[in-house]
């Protein structure tokens, strides 16, 4: 919720007159709770329930990283409500690909990363399958991501049923693409999905 993205799109939103939600899942950031308690499942469950209780009307999502993949999750659990969608480093699947063998085979729950979040990210996979979102969505990925690889993103834009997909790739980017020229693109990402079809 602090972070330089979250905070430049909470900037972006009072300027703009919309309303805007931010949140931390329970462990991470400014949310209580620990981590290694933290499961994909759980996580979606908050999203979820902020979507139902904090928000009303239409909604475009924005999620980064891990949230990126809530993201598609609550697009599709939600589609009345979400009119859009916004995946910055998007890491769907990333328990699928972000993992050895060997890795996942030694996860404990004791872990910083355990083997019930491990799990549970096994059981909400998108990628070998159809994304069945209609929705616009937006991936911005920098080239250089060396946490999320850019075919991740070129992998969630083929598994989108959705017929409005595009893909921002900023060269030289990161992961975290907190850069104020990779701000601003995110930024205008966003403003194009305000504004009306001609």
Not at 78 to 85: E, H, M, S, T
Not at 158 to 170: E, F, G, K, P, T
Request: charge should be negative; proline fraction near 4%; glycine fraction near 10%.
């Amino acid at each position: 919720m602090e972070g330089n993205k979250a905070l430049a799109l909470d900037a972006f939103a009072e300027r703009t007159g919309i309303a805007l939600l931010r949140l931390d899942y329970s462990g991470t950031g400014s949310s209580e709770g620990e981590f290694r308690q933290g499961t994909l499942a759980r996580w979606l469950t908050e999203v979820l329930a902020a979507i139902d209780q904090q928000t009303e009307g239409p909604l475009i999502l924005i999620g980064s990283s891990m949230g990126g993949w809530l993201a598609l999750h609550a697009a599709l659990q939600r589609p009345d409500r979400v009119q859009a969608l916004v995946g910055i480093a998007a890491a769907p699947d990333f328990t699928n690909w972000g993992f050895t063998a060997e890795q996942a085979a030694h996860l404990t729950d004791e872990g910083h990363l355990t083997r019930t979040f491990w799990e549970s990210g096994q059981q909400a996979l998108l990628l070998d399958g159809r994304i069945d979102a209609t929705c616009p969505v937006r991936l911005v990925h920098g080239a250089e991501d060396r946490d999320v690889p850019l075919d991740v993103a070129f992998r969630t834009m083929r598994a989108l049923r959705s017929a409005d997909v595009q893909l921002n790739v900023i060269k030289g980017g990161g992961h975290r693409l907190s850069e104020p020229h990779e701000i601003d693109a995110i930024l205008r990402t966003v403003q194009a999905l305000l504004e009306p079809a001609p």
